[in-house]
């Protein structure tokens, strides 16, 4: 296998570490450390690209040495992950739904390596951490926006694969359209890709067809079906507005600095890193927030909006996490 392993040459200097967000301004003051990044899909990918750019930031502030492959398939997912750990990575990220098992044999033959890793498991030892995507507040929030403006009442969602993290975040827009409209109804596919843009503007517009009006894309593409047939999207995990601005009206955000802050501090701490992170996705910690586009959006919607933001923000209301698959 070629890794296609690439060191960054990155912004530095003391406009650059001003102009990062604050958790990590506070978090440089201890040497760099060493972090490698395996990446199942191109990092072009919606959710790939979060946590790349939350990489480059820490790199940016000092805070990690950023190295990383992309497009890594699932048979040599062990491999790049081994051979990061043999070239004295301090912290090895990475994706583990497909290779659940696989990450977790490496972890244990590499002790003195911390590996934080996205999955649908829990921790495992002192050095196998975990975290979920959890921009499911913001897709609630969306949702609430959403759930005026159908003609059909009809919604749609498209998603990769029907794992919880997927999963919570499509039904947590559902919440929030069915809280300001009981009576909506809902359509979602999956399809069985986490990058697959063509696939996915299918799926969409199978959706439009069978009418939907509004459609949730938690995959790349899904706005562009949306754009071919001129109804309203709204995206996941990073701002489509300015590629698609008559189309998507709302984004669910996700950013991913704060949980890069918390395992390197705890890597910098000696602390173990064997405890699950995905905490710091969450609002309260400036993990994921709703941005939209006031203009294309009934007014009467925002207020109750944003009075359930200021709540979430505050910790007065709970969004429900339902990681059961949405029919």
């Given at each position: 296998?070629?890794?296609?392993?690439?060191?960054?040459?990155?912004?530095?200097?003391?406009?650059?570490?001003?102009?990062?967000?604050?958790?990590?301004?506070?978090?440089?003051?201890?040497a760099a450390i060493r972090v490698a990044g395996v990446h199942a899909s191109p990092v072009e990918n919606a959710w790939n690209s979060r946590v790349h750019l939350a990489m480059q930031e820490a790199a940016n502030a000092s805070l990690i040495e950023y190295e990383?492959?992309?497009?890594?398939?699932?048979?040599?997912?062990?491999?790049?992950?081994?051979?990061?750990?043999e070239a004295g990575m301090q912290l090895i990220w990475g994706e583990s739904y497909a290779v659940e098992r696989?990450?977790?044999?490496?972890?244990?033959?590499?002790?003195?390596?911390?590996?934080?890793?996205?999955?649908?498991?829990?921790?495992?030892?002192?050095?196998?951490?975990?975290?979920?995507?959890?921009?499911?507040e913001a897709a609630y929030l969306a949702g609430m926006l959403a759930g005026t403006m159908s003609e059909s009442n009809v919604y749609g969602s498209v998603g990769g694969y029907p794992i919880p993290e997927v999963n919570l975040l499509i039904n947590a827009f559902r919440m929030g359209v069915s809280?300001?409209?009981?009576?909506?109804?809902?359509?979602?596919?999956?399809?069985?890709?986490?990058?697959?843009?063509?696939?996915?503007?299918?799926?969409?517009?199978?959706?439009?067809?069978?009418?939907?009006?509004?459609?949730?894309?938690?995959?790349?593409?899904?706005?562009?079906?949306?754009?071919?047939?001129?109804?309203?999207?709204?995206?996941s995990l990073i701002d489509y507005t300015p590629r698609y601005p008559d189309t998507v009206f709302?984004?669910?955000?996700?950013?991913?600095?704060?949980?890069?802050?918390?395992?390197?501090?705890?890597?910098?701490?000696?602390?173990?890193?064997?405890?699950?992170?995905?905490?710091?996705?969450?609002?309260?910690?400036?993990?994921?927030?709703?941005?939209?586009?006031?203009?294309?959006?009934?007014?009467?919607a925002i207020p109750d909006m944003e009075a359930r933001r200021a709540m979430i923000e505050a910790g007065d209301f709970e969004v429900p996490i339902d990681p059961a698959e949405p029919a």
């Open positions: 296998m070629t890794l296609k392993s690439t060191r960054r040459t990155l912004m530095t200097g003391a406009a650059a570490t001003l102009a990062l967000p604050a958790f990590l301004r506070r978090a440089n003051a201890q990383f492959s992309e497009s890594v398939a699932a048979t040599d997912y062990p491999r790049a992950m081994r051979e990061y750990a696989e990450a977790r044999e490496v972890a244990a033959d590499y002790a003195g390596t911390a590996f934080l890793m996205g999955s649908s498991g829990g921790p495992q030892g002192d050095n196998f951490g975990v975290f979920g995507t959890r921009n499911h809280e300001v409209n009981p009576d909506a109804t809902f359509l979602n596919g999956f399809i069985g890709a986490w990058f697959d843009p063509a696939r996915a503007q299918e799926a969409a517009i199978a959706q439009i067809d069978a009418g939907a009006d509004i459609l949730f894309g938690e995959r790349i593409g899904t706005a562009d079906g949306a754009q071919a047939r001129g109804v309203k999207a709204i995206g709302a984004n669910a955000i996700w950013n991913y600095g704060p949980t890069i802050a918390a395992v390197v501090a705890d890597v910098q701490a000696g602390n173990p890193v064997g405890r699950d992170y995905t905490e710091y996705s969450f609002m309260a910690h400036g993990g994921n927030e709703l941005v939209y586009v006031p203009d294309m959006v009934p007014a009467d």
